[in-house]
């Protein structure tokens, strides 16, 4: 056994003779053997190289594809945040025109319990009203780094289009600007080249794209600190307006 080289079948049953050797494993992608090994060796491995490059330039193109849907994934839940915002804006102003309204009807209470104090309170200034909300509701302003993130994306949506999975074709051109190809650096072979300018395509397309999510993650942490910061503040509001409920309702018992 340890004279065989290691390409032999050592338990090959076919081999009935002790002097003679097993047959070497074959697979089908191997040169065939024989004069014109050495060219077919050379043909093989040329096709080896176009079918790797083939399959890098899929693979950076479905991660591509994956990145873009990241992306839209990324702006939909920015402008949910956004939506979100508005209404946490409007429940504040609801809260603040309920405790305007609560402020009067103290006033009220107070002049009905005194005659003086009805006297009192016509001399008193008017407490300053808000204007009432026109009809249609404002946008809500996000944070200005959330902002830009969401446009800076929605201008790539075309580009999504064109990158998708099913839409995509490996050999459909791609603009690549005419400094970064030079005979230099791409090989002769032009299937070859056209694969290596491919990759080159999808591997800046996907660094700039990570750019883009990387702004979107920190516009949406900027917006959602954003919010923490009316969430208290309404709370606080809230607390204050239960009370004053509270109190104007035992006022009103008392009369």
Same mark, same amino acid.
């Not at 070497?24 to 065939?32: I, L, Q, S, V």
């Not at 043909?43 to 992306?71: D, F, K, P």
């Given at each position: 056994?340890?004279?065989?080289?290691?390409?032999?079948?050592?338990?090959?049953?076919?081999?009935?003779?002790?002097?003679?050797?097993?047959?070497?494993?074959?697979?089908?992608?191997?040169?065939?053997?024989?004069?014109?090994?050495?060219m077919d060796r050379q043909q093989?491995?040329?096709?080896?190289?176009?079918?790797?490059?083939?399959?890098?330039?899929?693979?950076?193109?479905?991660?591509?594809?994956?990145?873009? %849907?990241? $992306?839209?994934?990324?702006? @939909? /839940?920015?402008?949910? +945040?956004? *939506?979100?915002?508005?209404?946490?804006?409007?429940?504040?102003?609801?809260?603040?025109?309920?405790?305007?309204?609560?402020?009067?009807?103290?006033?009220?209470?107070?002049?009905?319990?005194?005659?003086?104090?009805?006297?009192?309170?016509?001399?008193?200034?008017?407490?300053?009203?808000?204007?009432?909300?026109?009809?249609?509701?404002?946008?809500?302003?996000?944070?200005?780094?959330?902002?830009?993130?969401?446009?800076?994306?929605? %201008?790539? $949506?075309?580009?999504?289009? @064109? /990158?998708?999975?099913? +839409?995509? *074709?490996?050999?459909?051109?791609?603009?690549?600007?005419?400094?970064?190809?030079?005979?230099?650096?791409?090989?002769?072979?032009?299937?070859?080249?056209?694969?290596?300018?491919?990759?080159?395509?999808?591997?800046?397309?996907?660094?700039?794209?990570?750019?883009?999510?990387?702004?979107?993650?920190?516009?949406?942490?900027?917006?959602?600190?954003?919010?923490?910061?009316?969430?208290?503040?309404?709370?606080?509001?809230?607390?204050?307006?239960?009370?004053?409920?509270?109190?104007?309702?035992?006022?009103?018992?008392?009369?």
């Amino acid at each position: 056994m340890s004279g065989y080289p290691k390409s032999y079948n050592p338990f090959d049953d076919d081999v009935e003779d002790e002097n003679t050797r097993p047959s070497p494993w074959k697979d089908a992608r191997d040169p065939p053997d024989g004069p014109d090994a050495p060219m077919d060796r050379q043909q093989y491995l040329r096709q080896e190289v176009l079918r790797r490059a083939e399959a890098t330039a899929a693979s950076t193109s479905r991660s591509l594809s994956l990145m873009y %849907e990241s $992306e839209k994934v990324g702006v @939909a /839940s920015s402008e949910e +945040l956004v *939506r979100q915002r508005g209404v946490l804006e409007h429940t504040e102003k609801m809260v603040d025109k309920m405790d305007q309204d609560l402020k009067t009807s103290q006033k009220h209470i107070n002049s009905i319990k005194s005659v003086f104090g009805g006297f009192i309170n016509y001399f008193k200034s008017k407490p300053v009203e808000t204007p009432p909300e026109q009809n249609g509701s404002i946008a809500p302003q996000p944070s200005s780094r959330l902002k830009e993130a969401i446009n800076t994306s929605r %201008e790539q $949506e075309s580009k999504y289009q @064109a /990158s998708h999975p099913n +839409l995509r *074709r490996l050999h459909d051109e791609d603009p690549i600007p005419t400094s970064a190809v030079t005979t230099d650096v791409y090989p002769k072979n032009s299937s070859l080249r056209a694969y290596h300018q491919k990759i080159d395509s999808n591997l800046d397309e996907l660094s700039m794209g990570l750019g883009r999510l990387k702004n979107i993650a920190l516009g949406m942490q900027t917006e959602i600190e954003e919010q923490d910061d009316i969430l208290d503040r309404l709370t606080t509001k809230v607390d204050k307006l239960d009370i004053n409920i509270k109190s104007t309702e035992k006022k009103v018992r008392q009369l």
